[in-house]
């Protein structure tokens, strides 16, 4: 899986939606670096562990739960 990119994915707390809006070079690579607190090796990422996921009637927290590779061509 080193060195493919894809969309970061995160499981919101409060509704319990999957969602990916985050796309990184290096799914591996991003998923290591923010479990572990190193800085990602790439700047003008927005990755992080948490992300805030917009609701009608409020916002939640959601948390990352892995990534998903490009498709391929």
């Known amino acids: 899986m080193k060195n493919k990119g894809g969309m970061l994915r995160y499981k919101c707390r409060m509704c319990g939606e999957e969602f990916g809006e985050t796309h990184v070079p290096d799914v591996q690579t991003a998923i290591?670096?923010?479990?572990?607190?190193?800085?990602?090796?790439?700047?003008?990422v927005p990755a992080?562990?948490?992300e805030i996921h917009s609701h009608e009637d409020g916002l939640g927290v959601a948390d990352l739960i892995g990534g998903v590779e490009d498709a391929k061509p």
């Not at 290591?32 to 003008?44: E, K, N, Q, R």
């Open 32 to 44: 290591i670096h923010l479990t572990v607190g190193i800085p990602l090796p790439w700047g003008g």
């Open 48 to 50: 992080h562990l948490l």
